[in-house]
């Protein structure tokens, strides 16, 4: 087990921002894990699970707790017979998609351009493009705070949008750690693996066009709406109204709402926590007066 004090998680998260964790610890095998847990219960700490650092805003004065990496045996994808797979938390979830799509499977092949790791795509039920990587997931297993492995269906993970029941276990202070998970997928019927090449291709495209990949952001800052504000019923996208709120552009310290995407934030230079944790709140602040509707927040505040 690799530990670091006080380690920047500046270093470790997209933003490029973020004081130091207490223990940043790099887990490469089950036993290191637990004792990496076994670490943060000792000293009576709180711990989380990093996975890239793609949907995390690590506050200025840093974490005190036990911040967990995985590596190492939790980083393989494994196919016996080319549709089912087995995959390790800590696997790049675009490595995963494109796994796929050389199988000429289809259903995850758009996510290639997430940044995230396996974990975090099931943490928050990640999607993009009309896919979701619930839809082909068929079990998950995770460690509890006890130790003990827990195994559940897709069914018992109770998926949503943007969400899973890991969330629910970790708001409640039953947090699971996220080992694996296993999916099941049918040939592309009638497309070809160059077929889904260029379907990937075109989101990729699209991806670079209306994001601001080349600034340190966390993607998307806030969930689409299950439905519009009174006057745009069926307008459910949030960057919709944090543009027409006139938001594009605002500043707070190195901290602004992309002008390319209104639903990205994005690190201009010199950014604290501080800075984008205030534009969110501003940006919350003004599209709830001008459209009478609450966004809520997509990444994870530590």
Do not use: W
């Amino acid at each position: 087990m690799h530990v670091l004090e006080n380690e920047p998680m500046s270093k470790h998260t997209s933003f490029r921002v973020g004081g130091p964790a207490r223990y940043y610890v790099k887990a490469e095998s089950l036993a290191e894990l637990q004792e990496a847990l076994a670490l943060a219960r000792g000293e009576n700490l709180p711990h989380f699970i990093l996975g890239n650092g793609t949907n995390v805003l690590v506050s200025d004065e840093g974490y005190a707790g036990v911040i967990i990496t995985l590596a190492g045996e939790f980083s393989t994808i494994e196919s016996p017979d080319g549709r089912t797979y087995r995959v390790g938390a800590a696997s790049p979830l675009g490595k995963f998609a494109r796994a796929t799509l050389k199988q000429g499977l289809s259903g995850i092949h758009k996510l290639a351009g997430i940044p995230g790791t396996l974990g975090g795509a099931i943490y928050m039920n990640a999607g993009a493009y009309g896919q979701e990587i619930a839809q082909h997931c068929t079990q998950v297993t995770s460690l509890d705070s006890s130790g003990n492995m827990r195994a559940r269906t897709a069914g018992e993970c109770a998926f949503g949008y943007r969400h899973s029941l890991f969330q629910d276990l970790a708001r409640n202070g039953a947090a699971e750690t996220i080992l694996s998970a296993t999916f099941t997928f049918e040939p592309a019927g009638g497309k070809t693996v160059e077929g889904l090449e260029a379907e990937l291709a075109e989101c990729m495209a699209k991806r670079k066009a209306t994001q601001p990949l080349n600034m340190p952001n966390a993607g998307s800052t806030f969930k689409r709406f299950a439905k519009g504000a009174a006057d745009t019923p069926t307008q459910i996208a949030p960057g919709y109204y944090i543009e027409a709120a006139g938001l594009k552009g605002t500043r707070i310290g190195g901290a602004e709402v992309s002008t390319l995407h209104a639903n990205f934030i994005v690190n201009a230079g010199g950014a604290t926590a501080r800075d984008i944790a205030a534009l969110a709140e501003l940006v919350q602040q003004k599209v709830r007066d001008k459209f009478g509707i609450t966004l809520e927040r997509e990444i994870i505040l530590l």
